[in-house]
């Protein structure tokens, strides 16, 4: 069954429910539906129901409540991504998959090593298209909340947003030569409910230098991810794996 997010809430469980726009063209263009077939509702309380549709009109889609929905589909934390923009279509990828995973935000942020660049006038469509790639992600798999992506211009940007997080992280790549692997461990059993982790990833070339003396001056915890080198694409992901397993496996059937 498809699953759309709304941004108007039910108030009453009476009310009808409408949908207009992109997600219009999509129950009725690509998946074709009729009256009387189901979808989910995903509200911004994060609440979800079952709910059938009753009419489609030329601009919107009339729906009916059928049944509230007991989910509990969102990580414990929130974890925020920040990609040092990378070549190609990889940023895609890391957020595509790390929605799926559970990531809360995503910042991609120019950094120093960054060999992709994006021209300033195309950013805000960049950022549309992320979004709708976040949205597409939280749709497949049962998210009731979809990530923002926001875009930072430079490293600086980026860590005056550090101050806003319950802890800070970053994936050095010189932590792991070193045989550092406890920084994520404990940060996770540390970390309680509601509580928030801005994690940062290097480009292709790592963090620089001078990257590396701000993430200092900012007390970030610096972290190994293990005894081998991660691609940028793939530590995002080994992150929000290990983070799934600790907080949706292992601590519920040991807490």
Same mark, same amino acid.
């Given at each position: 069954m498809q699953r759309y997010f709304v941004t108007n809430e039910l108030e009453n469980d009476h009310d009808t429910i409408f949908i207009t726009g992109e997600n219009f063209h999509h129950i009725t263009r690509v998946m074709r539906m009729k009256e009387a077939d189901q979808v989910f509702i995903v509200f911004p309380s994060k609440k979800t129901c079952v709910a059938t549709i009753t009419a489609i009109n030329d601009e919107e889609v009339v729906l009916n409540l059928v049944k509230w929905l007991e989910e509990n589909t969102e990580l414990p934390i929130e974890i925020t991504i920040a990609s040092g923009l990378p070549k190609g279509d990889k940023l895609e990828l890391i957020i595509q998959k790390s929605t799926e995973l559970g990531a809360h935000k995503f910042i991609p942020? !120019?950094? @120093?090593? +960054?060999?992709? %660049?994006? /021209? /300033?006038? %195309?950013?805000? !469509?960049? *950022?549309e298209r992320l979004q !709708? *790639? #976040? $949205? &597409? #992600?939280? @749709? $497949? +798999?049962?998210?009731?909340?979809?990530? &923002?992506? $926001?875009? #930072?211009?430079s490293f600086k940007e980026l860590m005056l947003n550090h101050v806003h997080y319950d802890y800070v992280i970053a994936a050095y790549e010189e932590s792991a030569r070193e045989g550092e692997d406890s920084a994520l461990p404990s940060l996770f059993q540390t970390m309680k409910k509601g509580q928030s982790v801005l994690c940062i990833f290097g480009p292709e070339g790592g963090i620089s230098e001078k990257e590396l003396i701000l993430l200092q001056d900012a007390n970030t915890t610096l972290a190994g991810l293990g005894p081998r080198i991660l691609r940028t694409e793939t530590a995002p992901l080994y992150v929000l794996s290990a983070a799934s397993f600790y907080f949706d496996l292992f601590k519920n059937k040991n807490s």
């Open positions: 942020y !120019k950094a @120093e090593r +960054s060999v992709a %660049k994006w /021209d /300033d006038k %195309k950013v805000i !469509k960049k *950022i !709708k *790639i #976040a $949205q &597409e #992600a939280a @749709e $497949q +798999s049962h998210r009731t909340v979809i990530p &923002e992506v $926001q875009y #930072a211009a």
